[in-house]
Every structure is written in structure tokens, then in C-alpha cells.
């Protein structure tokens, strides 16, 4: 019955080794989002895909990148961690009907990944 | 001045109470507006999406008001599982800003 589902549920990485999350999505979404929670704070938008476009916030580091090979998958890697990378990162995904249509965009998260970066 | 702004919290309140948070958002051109609760360590999920008429779900009541820019939700006879964070949620083209989120503690 899982409808956006997160891989690992928990990542321990070194500092400076590359790690890929993963997240999917049975709705169809044509959106798909990767957030940043740190403890205490707001999720951060770190970019969205809108189908194939990509759509990157002006302050997300170079660090971070994210691939979306099809309508259901879509990674974040982080090329070189550092210390300040470790929080829960949350994939969440939204239905657009575009400008023909209207849409509430009401967001469905995944149960999100904790990263430790050691 | 960040995007969207939430009553800094926490609140704590009595079992039975009702209580209300608010949410201002700096971009007029925002087209949907929303609320989350998000438990501790969890993902956040959809409590309700916030229309202009206004909008209640059983206990939850959200209003919009679109010429202030302010959202608000209205929880009334509080239960001890309402205990969590609310976020404010404001959209613009699928860029989705967040509040900092208010704390609620329900006690007995």
C-alpha cells in the first residue's frame, strides 16, 4: 500500500564518501521533490522535478544532484558529505495538471532517510 | 524576511482546549496553501489544504486570507494526538516553502 517509498531508511557514510538515496513512487506523480530536514528546522527544498525538468534552488550546493531516469524513480547523490550533510532527507511527490488545469499540489512524503555522515 | 512565518510555539495546552496558529507568506503570487503535522522523527503528512471560502474538517478549521497573506488552522477540543508540529506550507509552481513549524504538547 506504500505509495512513495524510501531507500535506505537509514544511510552511515564516511565524510567525503559518495552516497545515493533513493526514492519511488506508485502514484504516477508527475512531480517529485527532495527536501532537507535538519533537527528542529523546516524541510528545505533542495529541487524538483517537473516530469524531466529539473529545477534547482538558487542555495543548493553543487554538492547535491539528482537524477530521475523515469516517472517513478528519482535519486539524490551527494558527492562528497561532510559533516553538516547529515539530517533526514524527506522525497516527496505532487500531481501538476499543468496550466490547462488546476491543482492543489498537495505533496505525499516518503518516511524519508537519515543520513549519518561519520 | 523569510517566505513564510509561523507563530514561533510551543504551545501547550490543556486537553479540551482550542487553540490557533498562524502563518504569513511574503510571495503574493503563491497559488495553494496548505497545512502538515509532522510527529517526531516521521515524515510530515497532509492535515488539510486551505481554500479561500475557508475550511473545516471535523475539529480542524483553516482560513485564507489571500489580500494579508495569512493562513491560519483553529483546532478545537484538542485530543493528547494532536501533539505535533505543524508546518505552513505555501506553493508557487511546484516550489514548495515551508514554516518553521509550531509545536503543540496536548497534556491531560
Known amino acids: 500500500d506504500a505509495m512513495v517509498i524510501q531507500n535506505p531508511r537509514y544511510q552511515v557514510t564516511q565524510f567525503g564518501k559518495p552516497v545515493t538515496l533513493s526514492c519511488s513512487q506508485t502514484?504516477?506523480?508527475?512531480?517529485m521533490y527532495w527536501y532537507q530536514q535538519k533537527s528542529s528546522q523546516a524541510p528545505k527544498l533542495l529541487f524538483h522535478y517537473y516530469d524531466k525538468d529539473f529545477n534547482n534552488e538558487a542555495d543548493t550546493p553543487d554538492n547535491f544532484q539528482s537524477r530521475r531516469p523515469n516517472t517513478s524513480f528519482c535519486f539524490l547523490d551527494i558527492r562528497s558529505p561532510g559533516l553538516g550533510d547529515a539530517a533526514m532527507y524527506l522525497c516527496?511527490?505532487?500531481?501538476?495538471?499543468?496550466?490547462?488545469?488546476?491543482?492543489?499540489?498537495?505533496?505525499?512524503f516518503g518516511p524519508g532517510t537519515r543520513l549519518t555522515v561519520l | 524576511r523569510k517566505e513564510v512565518e509561523q507563530d514561533p510555539g510551543p504551545f501547550n495546552v490543556p486537553e479540551g482546549a482550542t487553540v490557533a496558529f498562524n502563518c504569513t507568506y511574503s510571495?503574493?503570487?503563491?497559488?495553494?496553501f496548505f497545512w502538515y503535522r509532522q510527529d517526531c522523527r516521521k515524515e510530515p503528512k497532509l492535515l488539510m489544504s486551505?481554500?479561500?471560502s475557508g475550511n473545516e474538517d471535523g475539529r480542524f478549521t483553516a482560513q485564507l486570507n489571500r489580500a494579508s497573506q495569512y493562513i491560519s488552522l483553529l483546532i478545537r477540543d484538542s485530543k493528547l494526538s494532536d501533539s505535533a508540529t505543524y508546518l505552513c506550507?505555501?506553493?508557487?509552481?511546484?516550489?514548495?516553502?515551508f514554516g518553521a513549524g509550531t509545536r503543540l504538547t496536548v497534556k491531560p
Open positions: 506550507v505555501v506553493n508557487r509552481n511546484n516550489d514548495m516553502r
Open positions: 510571495n503574493s503570487a503563491s497559488q495553494s
Open positions: 502514484l504516477n506523480h508527475n512531480v
Open positions: 486551505v481554500y479561500s
Open positions: 516527496a511527490t505532487s500531481r501538476d495538471l499543468g496550466p490547462s488545469g488546476f491543482s492543489y499540489n498537495e505533496q505525499f
